[in-house]
């Protein structure tokens, strides 16, 4: 079972398991569950909060509660991944732009707009694929779907401004 208690000794009486394999004590443990849940989401027995894995992908889920986790651990970290991705897709953009022989001003534009795209997904789908907001407590990624919005926002009209100031140059 992947779960989370407040009180781990209640939670112990109450269910009883045979065995507790690993613990790992967040302060905001919604997302670290969720994106277990996603991640083994295929393994899961119908209608319950169990498992059914097989060796690997018990020491798989195991390593996720050590140090050389893959798995972010907190909702805030899906921002940091929405912000790297605008990062490389500004670069990546830029230097494409600039091979195709446009504008310098319109090529940043450009790239600009392009690195608004990781934002506007975090906005309308509050995640990347690593968890489903379902799993999550109700509004509990709105904090990165507003850090978002303002972020893309921002990107959109600086974009659309140096878009139209590139226009006024080239006339």
């Known amino acids: 079972m992947i779960g989370s208690s ?3 000794d209640n939670l112990t009486r109450k269910i009883r398991p045979d065995e507790i394999i690993e613990t790992l004590r967040l302060d905001h443990p919604q997302a670290f569950k969720a ?13 319950s909060g169990y498992f059914q894995f097989s060796e690997k992908q018990l020491l798989d889920c195991k390593k996720q509660f050590g140090i050389k986790s893959k798995i972010p651990k907190t909702i805030s970290e899906e921002f940091t991944i929405a ?3 605008s990062i490389v897709l500004l670069v ?4 494409f732009f600039r091979s195709i022989n446009i504008l310098p001003l319109m090529s940043f ?7 608004s795209l990781p934002m506007w997904l975090l906005l309308f789908l509050g995640n990347f694929g690593g968890y ?10 709105w904090f990165n779907r507003i850090r978002a919005l303002i972020l893309a926002s ?7 401004l140096i878009f139209r100031l590139a226009l006024l140059q080239n006339l």
């Open 6 to 8: 407040r009180d781990l």
């Open 35 to 47: 994106r277990l849940l996603n991640r083994y989401r295929n393994s899961r027995l119908p209608g």
């Open 83 to 85: 912000l790297t991705g």
């Open 92 to 95: 990546i953009t830029a230097l």
């Open 109 to 115: 534009a450009l790239s600009l707009a392009f690195s």
């Open 132 to 141: 489903d907001c379902s799993d999550l407590k109700p509004f509990s990624s």
């Open 154 to 160: 921002l990107l959109s009209v600086f974009s659309f």
